[in-house]
T-cell receptor, first 115, second 111 residues
């Protein structure tokens, strides 16, 4: 999973601020997935993107959360007006082809702490 | 019923023993099954994938799938202390749908 890059690795924000999490997929991968992991909880799917397209955002809260994967550059998960409940580990994964039988490779994650 | 269920553990086994991790899933049409290992504070890493009924072996790891019983398991032979981690079962229900994870089973291998 060393090929999927995420930054920052740790992010501290105060309530009401914005958090921007970045993910660069493995070389040759054009499918990106974002997951959130709360303490002592399993990974929960948030959003699935291809270059310039959101394919499935069924797991992403409707308010304050948005994601993009532009033609150039990393995928970005943006959380506006963060609240303490947003504190979690956010993982990005990538695959070379659409999910299905494709293995998803995970990045190291961004640990978000909201004070 | 949760979509993917795992016993949270901890499951403690002595070094050298076989560790058996179990997972059940609710959607009978599920097609793809994965086991990930996650060390504390780290990201998940893929251990095994399995798509057909039966066993699939890779080194000390064997994944077993029984679609009729909606059950998938992971056996770790000759368990080592370095195998101590949380093991996540993940399922893709059908087609282009997201990975659904269980909460994971914490394994502790005692030296």
């Amino acid at each position: 999973n060393a090929g999927v890059m995420q930054n920052p690795r740790h992010l501290v924000r105060r309530r009401g601020q914005e958090a921007r999490l970045r993910c660069s997929p493995m070389k040759g991968h054009s499918h990106v997935y974002w997951y959130r992991q709360l303490p002592e909880e399993g990974l929960k799917f948030m959003v699935y993107l291809q270059k310039e397209n959101i394919i499935d955002e069924s797991g992403m809260p409707k308010e304050r959360f948005s994601a993009e994967f532009p033609k150039e550059g990393p995928s970005i998960l943006r959380i506006q007006q963060v609240v303490r409940g947003d504190s979690a580990a956010y993982f990005c994964a990538s695959s070379p082809r659409p999910q299905g039988r494709e293995t998803q490779y995970f990045g190291p994650g961004t640990r978000l702490l909201v004070l | 019923q949760k979509e993917v269920e795992q016993n949270s553990g901890p499951l403690s086994v002595p070094e050298g023993a076989i560790a058996s991790l179990n997972c059940t899933y609710s959607d009978r049409g599920s097609q793809s099954f994965f086991w990930y290992r996650q060390y504390s504070g780290k990201s998940p890493e893929l251990i095994m994938s399995i798509y057909s009924n039966g066993d699939k072996e890779d080194g000390r790891f064997t994944a077993q799938l029984n679609k009729a019983s909606q059950y998938v398991s992971l056996l770790i032979r000759d368990s080592q202390p370095s195998d101590s981690a949380t093991y996540l079962c993940a399922v893709i229900k059908a087609g282009n749908t997201p990975l659904v994870f269980g909460k994971g089973t914490r394994l502790s291998v005692i030296a």
